[in-house]
């Protein structure tokens, strides 16, 4: 027996975690004062690719350096949106990461959104 389809619009929330060099740039910077000016941005917008491609998108939720040196958080939202996210953190992510991989857990259709939007969380 196969199971009935999904109503259009079903909400789904996923937990991630991304690992790789997914932290700060990774750029070598020989100026002492371009390397904490780095050092400063990367902590007040460490995820701010990642806040902007769940804008764009269009899911909430959630992200967070972790002391591991890996990116954890929560998405939420129209499943073929959260898909679509799953995607960009597996595949793509900020444009000076190298991203080895993506566990995915928890995911599961929910009523109603946790979230209003999309932030960093510290």
Not at 4 to 13: R, V
Not at 38 to 45: A, E, K, N, P, T
Not at 76 to 91: C, F, H, I, R, T
Not at 97 to 104: E, P, V
Request: with cysteine; glycine share 10%; net charge positive.
């Amino acid at each position: 027996m196969s199971a009935l389809p999904k109503a259009p619009g079903a909400l789904k929330s996923v937990d991630y975690e991304v690992f790789g060099r997914v932290q700060g740039g990774g750029l070598s910077v020989l100026c002492v004062v371009c390397v904490l000016a780095l050092i400063v941005l990367s902590h007040y917008f460490p995820n701010q690719y990642t806040e902007e491609e769940a804008r764009k998108l269009g899911v909430v939720g959630w992200v967070k350096n972790t002391s591991q040196g890996t990116v954890t958080g929560q998405v939420q939202g129209p499943e073929d949106k959260v898909n679509a996210m799953k995607s960009w953190l597996s595949k793509v992510g900020s444009p000076s990461s190298r991203i080895d991989k993506t566990n995915f857990s928890n995911e599961k259709e929910i009523s109603k959104l946790d979230f209003s939007g999309f932030s960093t969380r510290y």
